[in-house]
């Protein structure tokens, strides 16, 4: 069985980080399979239970604690699910009261400014994984002109993008 400490701490980690029901797959893919914890059937098994059980998407990552642990897996996936949301709580009213003063302001806005930072990085990774050609890059700046134009919703945008690359790429 894997250290409990570590793995709960793999999956805070991933939820704390994330932002929807999958968005801490990468996270726990890459932590868990590093370290020989999960296999890809489990991650399989886990994505397709989580697709068919009633609740949040979120959820799958209780399934993959079982596989990976038993009960206790699955009660450490759980927590470290359910924490996260549940700091928000203490989080805002910290805020409330201390938001005003000056160090606070400016380490959210630093914060702020880090995490913008973070999205040309993200992009060029995402692009470049495919490689920097003439198509990819026009349909980069494309979606990019779509969406800074605000005229489309972004999952139409989305849909258009996809849609287009099945035009150009297949």
Do not use: C
């Amino acid at each position: 069985m894997p250290d409990p400490l570590g793995l709960f701490w793999l999956f805070f980690k991933a939820t704390l980080l994330s932002s929807s029901g999958l968005g801490n797959l990468p996270s726990l893919h890459e932590d868990l399979l590093a370290r020989h914890w999960a296999t890809e059937a489990d991650f399989g098994a886990a994505l397709a239970v989580g697709q068919v059980a009633p609740g949040p998407t979120g959820l799958w990552v209780v399934s993959l604690g079982f596989l990976i642990a038993g009960w206790w897996g699955a009660v450490l996936a759980v927590v470290a699910a359910v924490l996260p949301p549940l700091l928000i709580v203490p989080t805002e009213l910290l805020h409330r009261r201390f938001g005003d003063l000056a160090p606070i302001h400016d380490f959210v806005r630093g914060l702020n400014l880090a995490i913008v930072a973070t999205f040309p990085v993200v992009v060029l990774r995402l692009v470049g994984a495919y490689g920097f050609d003439l198509p990819t890059l026009a349909l980069v700046a494309a979606s990019a002109l779509l969406i800074a134009g605000g005229r489309l919703p972004s999952v139409v945008v989305l849909a258009l993008a996809a849609a287009a690359g099945v035009a150009i790429f297949s």
